[in-house]
Structure formats: C-alpha cells, structure tokens
C-alpha cells in the first residue's frame, strides 16, 4: 500500500513470545551483570554486551518493538495529502492527525 511505509526502523519481532525472550534474556543479563559485581568483580560485565545485544541497543528500543509487535497487523497508516489516518484493521475506528511538512 503505497504511502504507509515509515522511516524503516523497525523493532518488532515475528512474534510475542520470540519478543518476550528477548526481553528476557536482555533484562536479565543487564541486571545479572549489575548483580555479580561483588561476587566476580569487574568480568561480570562481559554480560552488558549480551544484554544490549539482546534488547537490539537499549530498553527503549526493546519497549518500541514490544509496541510494534502487539500492534502489527492490527493498525494501519494511510497519508495522503499531508493527512494521515490511522485504522484499525477489520473495524471502521479511524484517528486522523495531521504531518507538517
């Protein structure tokens, strides 16, 4: 559907769960390398990397793709003429907001 592709920065996995692992492994690691300080010194933070890794940059990143991937196939954008819509798939609910240009 021409008009409906964004700037291509894309966090979404394919699916929930596959996203709720990533979540998990991420979140983990970056709290397990925190955690370990005291115990192992300075190498638990050969963790951080897997955990950025893992969340693809930042928790942030992480939480936009979580969005993404609940709403994928759910919402649909339309622009035209300066105006876009947004539209839930399957229902008639549509949002309008306008894009300065």
Known sequence: MPGTKTDGRDFA????AR???RGAVGFGTLAG??????V???VSLVL???GLLALRGCPMCWTVGLL???SRGRLQRSCENGRCH???AGGGQQHSESVAS
Not at 13 to 16: G, R, V
Not at 33 to 38: G, N, W
Request: no cysteine; proline share 12%.
């Open 13 to 16: 996995s394919a699916s929930l």
């Open 19 to 21: 996203h709720l692992v």
């Open 33 to 38: 390398s925190v955690a370990l300080l005291p």
């Open 40 to 42: 192992v010194g300075p």
């Open 48 to 50: 951080l990397p897997a």
């Open 68 to 70: 993404q991937t609940l």
């Open 86 to 88: 947004l539209n839930v």
